[in-house]
């Protein structure tokens, strides 16, 4: 068995996949590299099947018919051997702490395995302005397995990504559905929908993600996120609706999951807003609407008691704040 899968989704991504494939060889036999080819129309199927040729023991490669970055991630834990699985985009790549975070795995499972590994990521602009580490080292301890009763409190800008999870495979075999097809952001939904099965953590003070921002067409672009508003309001609602808050009992879990729904919700609400229509609006009023009808007291909570009732204050103001508030968390965090 194969201690890590790492799942690579890939969508005509022939001009960037091989530097990502090449970050995570040095795993050797310790990894499996899945090559989820979403039905590409370049050369990414090709280039797919050359590694795994060459590295037969290491990659496989799995065509199939477009369904977006959620069916790919879909198909890998569908396919997925290895003990631990990690998700890391074509077009970005991990840095050389790789083996020793291999290392370090191997190291909990010989203590009984654990089922959240946090690693920190680094954002690489492509135009080299703004470049940062999100940091964990302020909110888990270091060095050894820990519980949610061992972490501090979030900060706005920490939440736990796709680019900073490694999951235990089985925890996530657990949620009971699928990420939906041709959806973006969907990987919000990946984290959350396996946070309620994670008890035992260990976290890596390690930039191991690269993060490559600024690709015109990539879908933290401001233009991209806009256009695509309804699918973080579909996300965002997704992940409201697949528990009730108060049906955790872990309180340091559910302090940490109220506070990644705040950020989805005010993310959700931000890039709708840009758009400045009475339509876009009108989708935040169903968004509420459903979440309001799931759990009342904590669809209140995030649209009228917590920070975020200011940037749904209705009409032209409440437009107005949301984009002074995009301006302000985009030039400290700078996402996209």
Not at 5 to 28: A, F, K, W
Not at 192 to 207: E, G, I, K, Q, W
Request: glycine residues 6%.
């Amino acid at each position: 068995m194969k201690l890590l899968t790492v799942t690579v989704p890939c969508y005509n991504s022939q001009d960037y996949m091989r530097h990502c494939i090449e970050s995570l060889l040095p795993g050797g036999e310790r990894v499996e590299i899945l090559i989820i080819d979403d039905g590409s129309k370049d050369d990414t199927g090709r280039i797919a099947d050359e590694y795994a040729e060459k590295y037969p023991t290491i990659v496989r490669v799995i065509h199939q018919e477009n369904g977006g970055h959620g069916e790919g991630i879909n198909q890998g834990l569908r396919h997925a051997a290895g003990t631990y699985f990690k998700v890391v985009d074509s077009d970005d790549w991990l840095s050389d702490d790789f083996p020793a975070f291999l290392d370090l795995l191997e190291q909990c499972e010989a203590r009984g395995g654990v089922d959240l590994a946090v690693t920190n990521y680094y954002y690489v602009h492509s135009d080299g302005i703004g470049d940062r580490s999100i940091n964990y080292s302020s909110v888990l301890p270091e060095g050894r397995v820990f519980t949610w009763a061992d972490t501090r409190p979030f900060r706005i800008h920490q939440m736990l990504t796709i680019h900073s999870c490694t999951f235990r495979t089985e925890n996530m075999r657990k949620w009971g559905c699928e990420l939906p097809k041709h959806t973006f952001y969907e990987d919000n939904l990946m984290v959350y929908l396996t946070l309620p099965h994670t008890r035992r953590m260990v976290y890596m003070n390690a930039d191991l993600y690269r993060y490559a921002i600024g690709r015109p067409d990539q879908s933290v672009q401001r233009t991209v996120m806009m256009k695509r508003y309804h699918h973080q309001i579909l996300v965002t609602e997704r992940c409201f609706t697949s528990c009730h808050l108060d049906d955790i009992q872990e309180p340091r879990l559910k302090r940490y999951m109220r506070h990644e729904l705040f950020v989805m919700f005010g993310i959700a609400i931000l890039f709708t807003r840009l758009n400045r229509t009475v339509e876009t609006d009108a989708a935040l009023e169903r968004m509420w609407e459903t979440c309001m009808a799931f759990d009342p007291k904590w669809g209140g909570y995030f649209r009228n008691r917590s920070p975020l009732r200011f940037i749904c204050l209705p009409g032209r103001f409440g437009q107005n704040v949301s984009g002074l508030v995009y301006k302000l968390a985009n030039k400290v965090v700078r996402f996209n």
